[in-house]
């Protein structure tokens, strides 16, 4: 994971969303504003989604890594979101799993094989609870942000 991907005005705590539609309107909108996005990304999350779930079953804290095409991709992004309330999230490679997610790492890659390292170091930080407790427990965008820029694998 690289650090030069995660950007400050990207980080979302305590989002409120009903469910996992109004994350993606939501963080469409965000991206799109910044320039990380084409105006074509919402859809085209959201059909990703519904074919490709992206939940992992990790304990405590089930954690979502949507994503789509690179063709959507203007500047590769990770956007970390805490949400005030966790929403129903269908689990990756098993679609009759729902988990109640709060936490969702959303990726913006342009190459196809970028994402491959970049999931591998990102399940591994989430297996850390220390890690995932801090993450809960961070008051301010900015003390989210330190944290996430702090994971193992982040460096440049």
Known sequence: MKRDMLFRELIQIDMEADNQIQVFEQMADILYENGFVKNTYLESL???????????????????IPH?????????????IRLKKSVEWQEMANN????????????????SDEH?????????????????????????ADEFYEVVSGMKGMEN
């Open 96 to 111: 009759d799993v729902i988990h109640e997610v709060r936490f969702i790492f959303m990726l913006g890659f342009l190459k």
């Open 68 to 80: 789509t095409g690179t063709e959507q991709i203007i500047r590769p992004f990770i956007a970390p």
């Open 46 to 64: 959201k059909t990703r989604e519904a074919q490709f779930p992206t939940a992992l079953p990790i304990e405590p804290y089930p954690v979502a």
């Open 116 to 140: 491959v390292e970049l999931l591998q170091i990102l399940v591994e930080n989430f297996q850390n609870q220390e890690l995932m407790m801090r993450l809960n427990n961070a008051e301010t």
